[in-house]
């Protein structure tokens, strides 16, 4: 509830106290204490007044600088509320994204386990192909020497000088070895794989 706060002229209270102190000078006995009591509680009730007022206005302002306050909190507190709703709305879409994230993530696992169980599958195949091969190879190993062709070529033209050789000295035995030997040679030779180098 608001007081209206009317002022006491500047000089009225004043021109009262000087008034009453001089009709109590005037006055003599109990109506002269009275009268410069009335002075005194009317001072005092000045001094009241003027703190009451200025209490007031004190309070005025307080109350002024506290709605101003209030009125920024209000704003601050909107602002927040905004900030939080909006933030609120972001975090759900984040959820929402991570969570999608996270099913894909776990399909894209799972069909890359399903590959790599096929992997290893394939690899134990191959595995036990190379290791057939390689025992056969190991057995076609232990009947057969490989020699290059370059070598068997150079063998097939030492049996050839020793055929002529035996048979200018009239060796037939030694000429037809040499013979069969350049023979089984040819026949090597004509056996090699078509990707051999010659």
């Avoid at 209490?55 to 005025?60: A, I, P, V």
């Avoid at 927040?80 to 975090?91: C, G, K, Y």
């Avoid at 994230?101 to 195949?125: N, P, V, Y």
């Amino acid at each position: 509830m608001s007081a209206t706060v009317v002022p006491l002229p500047a000089n009225s209270a004043s021109e009262t106290t000087d008034f009453l102190r001089r009709m109590a000078s005037m006055v003599s006995g109990r109506n002269g204490e009275m009268l410069l009591r009335a002075a005194a509680l009317i001072e005092s009730l000045k001094q009241r007044a003027m703190s009451a007022e200025r209490l007031f206005h004190e309070q005025q302002e307080e109350n002024k600088r506290l709605g101003e306050l209030r009125e920024a909190t209000e704003l601050a507190s909107d602002a927040m509320v905004s900030q939080i709703a909006a933030l609120r709305t972001r975090l759900a879409e984040v959820t929402t994204a991570a969570a999608s994230e996270r099913a894909a993530f776990d399909a894209e696992r799972g069909k890359l386990l399903g590959l790599m169980q096929d992997a290893e599958s394939h690899i134990g195949k191959l595995t036990t192909e190379l290791d057939t091969l390689r025992a056969s190879v190991d057995a076609f190993n232990e009947t057969a020497v490989t020699v290059p062709i370059e070598v068997l070529r150079l063998a097939r033209t030492q049996f050839d000088y020793l055929s002529s050789g035996f048979a200018r000295k009239g060796d037939v035995i030694a000429q037809a070895m040499s013979e069969i030997g350049g023979f089984a040679i040819d026949q090597a030779l004509t056996a090699k794989k078509p990707g051999d180098k010659v």
